[in-house]
């Protein structure tokens, strides 16, 4: 089916490591982005991104990297796991640039990160 | 800065009873309001939105939501709930910052039915 799809969907991590979480859509999206879901916080907006070769930052970038040279693929990294990253983070797309307003996000299964 | 905000983290119902849960926002310009709902060990799926139009929208498996402008409000409402609304809800509100919108979310709201 076609989707967002998120790997890996559980990883434990060290401090101090580094790590890469994928996400790849096959809808052609412009709209990617990634977020952080903490208890009681909501979601938080990680980075996005409105097309390939563009990409911006959100709410809370500290601490991650992005890169977009397809439209499929907005893998997110880790460059020094530190435990207050521990965290389940998903990947939305969507068909234009939220800028837009008016669009739906379609979000993947998620990727449980924990870091000791 | 703008914020949404959801009253309840919280909520145990029992089968058939009626639901309402809470979103207010605080921003006064347009505004698109989302509900999404994220059932256990599933991603995060559109519930219901509002663009325009009719305050009052039906989205999937019996939801609706009412958006009161003058109140700030997107309240979620279903008139008899099943074990297997068992979920967490979030709202969420985009908003113009300027030239570009901002997609705020609420906390969330666990709501568990009890059979």
């Known amino acids: 089916n076609a989707g967002v799809t998120q790997t890996p969907k559980f990883q434990v991590l060290k401090t101090g490591q580094s790590m890469t979480l994928q996400c790849a859509q096959d809808?052609?999206?412009?709209?990617m982005s990634w977020y952080r879901q903490d208890p009681g916080m909501g979601l938080r907006l990680i980075h996005y991104?409105?097309?390939?070769?563009?990409?911006d930052q959100g709410e809370v970038p500290n601490g991650y990297n992005v890169s977009r040279s397809t439209t499929e693929d907005f893998p997110l990294r880790l460059l020094s796991a530190a435990p207050s990253q521990t965290s389940v983070y998903f990947c939305?797309?969507?068909?234009?640039?939220?800028?837009?307003?008016?669009?739906?996000?379609?979000f993947g299964a998620g990727s449980r990160l924990t870091v000791l | 800065a703008q914020s949404v905000s959801q009253h309840n983290h919280h909520v145990i119902l029992s089968e058939a009873a009626s639901l309402e849960l809470g979103c207010n926002y605080s921003y006064g310009g347009t505004v698109n309001l989302f509900w999404y709902v994220q059932y256990p060990g599933q991603h995060l799926q559109l519930l219901l939105k509002y663009f325009s139009g009719d305050p009052l929208v039906k989205g999937i498996k019996g939801f609706e939501a009412e958006f009161i402008k003058s109140k700030f409000s997107f309240n979620l409402r279903k008139p008899s709930v099943q074990w297997s609304d068992t979920a967490e809800y979030f709202c969420a509100v985009n908003g113009a910052q300027g030239s570009n919108y901002q997609l705020i979310w609420g906390a969330g709201t666990k709501l568990i039915i009890k059979p």
């Open positions: 991104s409105v097309g390939a070769g563009i990409t």
């Open positions: 939305a797309s969507s068909i234009r640039t939220v800028s837009s307003g008016a669009n739906v996000l379609t």
């Open positions: 809808m052609n999206h412009e709209y």
